[in-house]
């Protein structure tokens, strides 16, 4: 491979940089038009788009990434990107070898690239980026950045500690996913007559498969969908928050700030 990172080193220009808890935390910016050769990098590392966007070329597949994003690298997988017209702002965190050796041997970590959309993934990344904390012992830093990382890893699908285990789950589900996330999504009677199961054998191996009911798993994507949106534009949160399907705004506060911790407000400024 022509081009193997080191730990640490990314391309683009480096902003800001911190290491705790066996994660090294690094900021970039990435020129517009840019691009950046096929490469890996000898540790994981998940990348989180602060602004701009690129198209991601990884396993003869294109994908493109904009604000909110959280994308997955695990070690040595070669992948090439090209930056669109305002380049782009990227907040890495690249797991350590001890830690990744440890996470690797409990089975915590994709085998392959994964992609999440804005939502509790990206809360828990941008409470970790450098200068954040400081205040903290190393100690207790180290602790807030493992969990987070933990808490970041969990939302990915098929992670064994957590999202859909989708090596157990019922061959419906993915469909079933797919239609909750709809800004109208199905009853879940009528998504059970689609995957041709008693609605309550449905329910039950949903919550089983993706450990929330179907209509909270509705709610989330509704959320993802909002906190895409308050990156993305600058509309108010109410007109957010309508557009995402949620007719009172106080309820969607509340709704938002249980899912990822942080209010809408709080979390559209991590991104300003």
């Known amino acids: 491979m022509e081009h193997l990172l080191e730990h640490g080193y990314f391309f683009g220009t480096p902003t800001a940089r911190q290491v705790a808890g066996g994660v090294t935390l690094t900021e970039g910016r990435y020129a517009p038009h840019a691009r950046l050769p096929p490469h890996a990098h000898r540790t994981p590392y998940l990348c989180v788009v602060l602004g701009g966007d690129f ?21 040595d997988e070669e992948h090439a990107n090209r930056m669109g017209h305002a380049g782009a702002r990227c907040f890495n965190l690249e797991l350590g070898l001890e830690l990744a050796a440890r996470l690797e ?6 085998a392959h690239r994964v992609m ?3 939502g509790r993934a990206t809360a828990l990344a941008l409470a970790l980026r450098p200068g954040r904390g400081a205040e903290e012992s190393p100690a207790l830093a180290a602790l807030a950045v493992e969990d987070a990382l933990l808490g970041i890893l969990a939302e990915l699908p098929g992670s064994p500690v957590g999202g859909i285990e989708m090596g157990r789950a019922p061959r419906w589900l993915v469909r079933a996913t797919e239609r909750l996330r709809a800004p109208d999504p199905p009853t879940v009677t009528a998504l059970a007559l689609e995957a041709g199961v008693h609605p309550v054998y449905f329910a039950r191996a949903f919550r089983a498969a993706t450990r929330v009911a179907p209509s909270a798993f509705a709610v989330r994507a509704r959320l993802e969908r909002a906190s895409a949106a308050l990156l993305a534009s600058e509309a108010s949160i109410s007109a957010v928050a309508h557009g995402a399907g949620f007719t009172d705004h106080s309820h969607f506060c509340r709704q938002f700030r249980r899912a990822f911790g942080v ?7 991590g991104f300003r």
């Open 55 to 75: 198209e991601e070329r990884a396993a003869g597949r294109r994908a493109s990434c904009g604000p909110g994003m959280v994308v997955f690298h695990p070690a």
């Open 105 to 110: 041997a409990g089975e915590v970590l994709p």
């Open 116 to 118: 999440l959309p804005a």
């Open 263 to 269: 209010s809408p407000s709080v979390y559209r400024a």
